[in-house]
């Protein structure tokens, strides 16, 4: 809050006044500071409020350049900045992904996309997919053979049972 401030001589006498925006722009006026050698534009507290004690300059880390840090966790210059560095952690994770694998069915060496990708194409993954249908079929067919061996010895039990 700024109010109009009278500025009165020894003898109290009035010499001047500031009106409410001269007092504004006195209090933060954009000013250039030349820190390490550069040139750096921001806004600076003429009456060095505690805005003006805090003030750090970090460097963005994505584009190098020197800002005033504004939040307590901002480590980049601006928005755009941001971003950039959003989508290049991004690509970097899904490189890192992207590596050398060989296919399990032709043994051709390929690119996987994801981690957990074993075949090189559709044309091997299906063809792992029919085998391990083949694989459960057969498992399944045995695991009947053996419930249907147990119920026949379970029936002939009994009907030794009754028989006797
Ligand atoms: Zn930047
Ligand atoms: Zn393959």
Redesign the pocket.
């Known amino acids: 809050m700024f109010y109009e401030v009278r500025v009165y001589d020894g003898n109290g006498k009035l010499k001047k006044t500031i009106s409410e925006e001269a007092l504004h722009e006195r209090h933060w006026r954009p000013e250039s500071v030349v820190q390490d050698g550069k040139v750096i534009p921001h806004l600076v507290a003429e009456n060095g409020s505690h805005k003006d004690r805090k003030r750090v300059y970090l460097h963005?880390?994505?584009?190098?350049?020197e800002?005033m840090k504004l939040s307590f966790n901002q480590i980049?210059?601006?928005q755009?900045?941001n971003e950039?560095a959003k989508y290049e952690r991004l690509a970097k994770t899904r490189s890192s992904v992207s590596k050398e694998a060989k296919c399990v069915e032709c043994g051709n060496v390929f690119i996987s996309k994801r981690s957990n990708q074993k075949r090189c194409s559709d044309t091997c993954r299906r063809r792992g997919n029919r085998r391990s249908c083949k694989i459960s079929a057969a498992r399944y067919n045995e695991k009947r053979k053996i419930e249907q061996a147990i119920r026949n010895a379970k029936s002939e039990a009994n009907n030794e049972q009754s028989n006797g």
């Open positions: 963005c880390k994505q584009c190098k350049k800002f980049y210059c601006s755009d900045c950039k």
